[in-house]
């Protein structure tokens, strides 16, 4: 995701909103991890904190000390990012089970797949 991206903003709040409503449930068996591409770290932890999207882990995806942010950022070239917002769902096994737009997507039914 990224704080410039109009379409990552609802998708982010129901990510917030999840995170909340399953932490005892999903507590050591499930991350919700968001993952944002913008240039500066500064910018990501204001909107953040502005949005008070606080719930699930929050990442900033760049390289300490290098100059690899945004669409060049490791994390993004690793998981093939090209596009935000991407979602995807990994497995206990570090397989991706899931990717696309989350929008639609439903995480409760799918994580409780996993789950079971």
Request: hydrophobic share 35%; charged share 30%; net charge positive.
């Amino acid at each position: 995701w990224a704080t410039w991206c109009g379409p990552c903003q609802d998708p982010m709040a129901e990510l917030n909103r999840v995170a909340k409503a399953r932490a005892e449930e999903w507590k050591e068996k499930v991350a919700l991890i968001g993952a944002s591409i913008d240039d500066e770290r500064e910018t990501v932890q204001k909107h953040l904190k502005k949005n008070d999207w606080l719930s699930p882990r929050q990442l900033w995806c760049a390289s300490a000390g290098e100059d690899k942010q945004g669409w060049q950022a490791p994390a993004a070239k690793t998981y093939g990012i090209r596009g935000v917002p991407t979602a995807l769902l990994i497995d206990k096994d570090g397989k991706i089970t899931w990717r696309g737009h989350p929008s639609g997507f439903d995480k409760d039914a799918e994580i409780g797949k996993l789950l079971k």
